[in-house]
């Protein structure tokens, strides 16, 4: 008796541990402050951080692109981000947010990470790139370690996608056109 209560208790805390989020459909994101590092943008050639909150995702149709500071976690979704490139959205309505959690890296990965950040903004200098040093965002959304995330924000800040993983190739579709929808 003592075991099968176990077993259950066991099997109960895991379904709800698989669901890790927070994030709710129609809902905006929980509010949260990355004060570390934060935002980059480019003056010249130097990139310069400041603050970061998440009031900052209203405005605009987004997809939020949460990654742990992880070269196999950001190639998990590269797929969405060429769609995006090859989709040539409105910049005056569409903006790419990626938030990298600094905190989740393979030890002695940091300073990549944060060159790559970098050198990626510099490249994209239209969209948003955010370096969460002490995982904030992570902690706000209860997200998984070692993931991706993808959200879809419409210009008022509410999700109307969310995914945590890898997306299929159905989902990168069902985004590009949610997105292209949510533009019009």
């Not at 002695?108 to 510099?122: D, H, L, W």
């Not at 299929?168 to 997105?179: K, N, R, Y």
């Amino acid at each position: 008796m003592k075991k099968m209560t176990f077993v259950l208790g066991l099997a109960t805390f895991c379904a709800f541990s698989a669901h890790a989020h927070n994030i709710q459909l129609n809902q905006p994101l929980a509010s949260v402050n990355v004060a570390e590092d934060g935002e980059l943008s480019v003056k010249g050639e130097a990139v310069q951080y400041h603050a970061w909150h998440s009031a900052q995702l209203v405005g605009k149709v987004r997809v939020v692109n949460h990654i742990a500071g992880r070269r196999d976690v950001k190639e998990r979704n590269q797929a969405l981000i060429e769609a995006i490139k090859g989709a040539q959205f409105d910049r005056a309505k569409y903006q790419t947010t990626t938030i990298i959690n600094a905190d989740d890296t393979t030890f002695g990965t940091g300073s990549f990470v944060k060159s790559g950040a970098e050198k990626g903004k510099k490249a994209n200098a239209h969209s948003q790139v955010v370096l969460d040093q002490r995982g904030a965002v992570k902690a706000a959304w209860q997200l998984k370690e070692k993931e991706s995330l993808v959200v879809v924000l419409d210009k008022a800040g509410k999700v109307k996608f969310v995914h945590e993983g890898a997306l299929s190739t159905a989902q990168v579709q069902e985004v590009i056109g949610l997105i292209g929808e949510l533009v019009k």
